[in-house]
Structures are given as structure tokens and as C-alpha cells.
């Protein structure tokens, strides 16, 4: 059953549905760190993994929004804090990650949700705007991931999630350094599963679509732009953010035990249509 030490879903004649379920995607006694989730989708990936069972602790830098997204967790009944830092230099992340780690303990699941969108046509994009993305999108998740998935590796468990974008896949909409710091970043996934995966630690990216949260405020408002969006898609409409949810959940939990250095697309088919 899930709990601290290692953890497979393991079917047993007999099992009742809910025994079934639970012993595949409960995360009681796991704990989480998810950045970027006092909002959009972060937040959504927060508030399913701490319904599912984990202590989870939000880290972002607006705290007002980190405020209310954990009285919102805590006021449902789950276990939440928030810690409040910037994810944009080396020193920053260092931080956050032991505030972070000294919340509800060392995390078993990691979500690199935080991002930057700065997106000017490639002729105009200097060197600030490169290094901030670069900064946040990539070297924070690397960062993390250097401090908490040796640690996960030991204990014989762990989960890394990183959410990127279709800019890691094709070029559109001016990706610039965003859509080269989201390539990169699944990347990374493929070399932290490359290196954790048979010590019980698998690493994963979810891939949006076009999603209609606050980091893609610019092209929500163009009427025009989102409906051709949605008009891409197989599902006919665009994205929300609690359409990343469940699979949040799988890939956190011991359901996805056999399941690592994928980029799964979460975008109701745009990629394929």
C-alpha cells in the first residue's frame, strides 16, 4: 500500500473497487512540492494531489495567491502550506527548496509548474529575456531536482513531474527562449529518469495545449486566436486547468510505477490533429 517506502500497485484477487483504487492512485503519507501552484495549472495539480492524500507544500512568489490557495486546501480538509520565494537565481531556489523540505519533510513527488512567458519575436529577444526564462523554466526544475531526486533515489520512491508546452514540440506564436527552455526541459526529464528510474524514481513531463490561465493572458485576449485554437483541437475546445488533474495523480502515485522519461500530451488532441 502507498506510504514512505517503495510503492507498487499490486492487484489482489478479491479487492473491493474502492481497496483497488486506493492501492493504485492514493498518495496518503507521500509528500509534495508542486512550484507555479497558486494558480493555474499548478494550483489545479496542487489541490489533486493533497485531495488524493499528500501533504503539499505550494511554492510561488505572489504571496497573497499562496495564501488563499492553501486556506482553500486546508479549509477542504488537506494537509498545505506555502512557501514563498523566486525561482529566478540560484540562491532563490536553494532556498525555497530547503524551506520547502523542512515543511512536511524531504518531498516524494516534485512539480516544476513555475514559468516565465516572454515571448518578443526572436530579432528583438536580448539576453535579459533569455536568461530570465532560462533561469526559471530550466534551471530551477534542474536545481530542484539535484537537491530533492538523489534523496527520493535513496529512499527508493519518488515522482518528478515537469509540465512544458507544445513550443518544446513545433515553433508558433513567437516560442522564442520559452519554446527552447521547454525542450530543454523535457530533456531534462529523460536524463533524471535516465538516472533515477531503476532506484524507484520516475520522471515525467505533462504537455499542454493551449490552456486559458493567467501565464497565457496574452493570447486569451484575442477572441480570435483562442477560437483557432480550439478549432485545432479534436476535443473542441480549449484547455482548463483541471483538465490536468487526474493525470497529475497517475503520475504521482504507484499506478505509474513502469511509466518514466515520457512527455504525455494533455491537449485534448492538438498535437495530432
Same mark, same amino acid.
Given at each position: 500500500?502507498?506510504?514512505?517506502?517503495?510503492?507498487?500497485?499490486?492487484?489482489?484477487?478479491?479487492?473491493?473497487?474502492?481497496?483497488?483504487?486506493?492501492?493504485?492512485?492514493?498518495?496518503?503519507? =507521500?509528500? !509534495?512540492? #508542486?512550484? $507555479?501552484?497558486? *494558480?493555474?495549472?499548478?494550483?489545479?495539480? /496542487?489541490? %489533486?494531489?493533497?485531495? &488524493?492524500?499528500?501533504?503539499?507544500?505550494?511554492?510561488?512568489?505572489?504571496?497573497?495567491?499562496?495564501?488563499?490557495?492553501?486556506?482553500?486546501?486546508?479549509?477542504?480538509?488537506? =494537509?498545505? !502550506?506555502? #512557501?514563498? $520565494?523566486?525561482? *529566478?537565481?540560484?540562491?532563490?531556489?536553494? /532556498?525555497? %527548496?530547503?524551506?520547502? &523540505?523542512?515543511?512536511?519533510?524531504?518531498?516524494?513527488?516534485?512539480?516544476?509548474?513555475?514559468?516565465?512567458?516572454?515571448?518578443?519575436?526572436?530579432?528583438?529577444?536580448?539576453?535579459?529575456?533569455?536568461?530570465?526564462?532560462?533561469?526559471?523554466?530550466?534551471?530551477?526544475?534542474?536545481?530542484?531536482?539535484?537537491?530533492?531526486?538523489?534523496?527520493?533515489?535513496?529512499?527508493?520512491?519518488?515522482?518528478?513531474?515537469?509540465?512544458?508546452?507544445?513550443?518544446?514540440?513545433?515553433?508558433?506564436?513567437?516560442?522564442?527562449?520559452?519554446?527552447?527552455?521547454?525542450?530543454?526541459?523535457?530533456?531534462?526529464?529523460?536524463?533524471?529518469?535516465?538516472?533515477?528510474?531503476?532506484?524507484?524514481?520516475?520522471?515525467?513531463?505533462?504537455?499542454?495545449?493551449?490552456?486559458?490561465?493567467?501565464?497565457?493572458?496574452?493570447?486569451?485576449?484575442?477572441?480570435?486566436?483562442?477560437?483557432?485554437?480550439?478549432?485545432?483541437?479534436?476535443?473542441?475546445?480549449?484547455?482548463?486547468?483541471?483538465?490536468?488533474?487526474?493525470?497529475?495523480?497517475?503520475?504521482?502515485?504507484?499506478?505509474?510505477?513502469?511509466?518514466?522519461?515520457?512527455?504525455?500530451?494533455?491537449?485534448?488532441?492538438?498535437?495530432?490533429?
Amino acid at each position: 500500500m502507498p506510504g514512505r517506502g517503495p510503492g507498487r500497485a499490486v492487484y489482489a484477487p478479491g479487492m473491493t473497487s474502492n481497496a483497488y483504487l486506493t492501492d493504485l492512485f492514493s498518495l496518503d503519507g =507521500r509528500v !509534495a512540492v #508542486v512550484t $507555479g501552484g497558486s *494558480s493555474g495549472i499548478g494550483r489545479a495539480i /496542487a489541490g %489533486a494531489l493533497a485531495r &488524493a492524500g499528500a501533504s503539499v507544500v505550494v511554492v510561488a512568489r505572489d504571496e497573497g495567491r499562496l495564501g488563499r490557495a492553501v486556506a482553500e486546501l486546508t479549509a477542504d480538509g488537506c =494537509r498545505a !502550506a506555502w #512557501v514563498g $520565494g523566486d525561482l *529566478s537565481t540560484r540562491e532563490g531556489v536553494r /532556498a525555497v %527548496a530547503e524551506e520547502a &523540505a523542512a515543511v512536511f519533510g524531504e518531498p516524494d513527488i516534485l512539480v516544476n509548474c513555475a514559468g516565465v512567458n516572454l515571448r518578443p519575436p526572436l530579432g528583438e529577444l536580448g539576453e535579459d529575456v533569455w536568461d530570465t526564462t532560462m533561469a526559471v523554466n530550466l534551471e530551477a526544475p534542474f536545481l530542484l531536482g539535484q537537491r530533492f531526486g538523489p534523496r527520493m533515489a535513496e529512499r527508493g520512491y519518488g515522482r518528478i513531474i515537469h509540465v512544458t508546452s507544445q513550443q518544446a514540440h513545433r515553433a508558433f506564436v513567437d516560442s522564442g527562449a520559452y519554446g527552447v527552455s521547454k525542450g530543454a526541459l523535457e530533456s531534462l526529464a529523460r536524463s533524471q529518469a535516465e538516472a533515477w528510474s531503476r532506484h524507484g524514481v520516475t520522471c515525467n513531463t505533462l504537455v499542454p495545449g493551449f490552456v486559458m490561465t493567467p501565464l497565457n493572458a496574452r493570447l486569451s485576449a484575442d477572441p480570435e486566436r483562442v477560437a483557432a485554437l480550439a478549432a485545432r483541437t479534436m476535443t473542441g475546445r480549449n484547455g482548463l486547468a483541471e483538465d490536468f488533474e487526474g493525470a497529475a495523480v497517475f503520475l504521482a502515485g504507484p499506478a505509474s510505477a513502469y511509466v518514466t522519461g515520457q512527455s504525455i500530451f494533455v491537449d485534448g488532441g492538438f498535437s495530432v490533429h
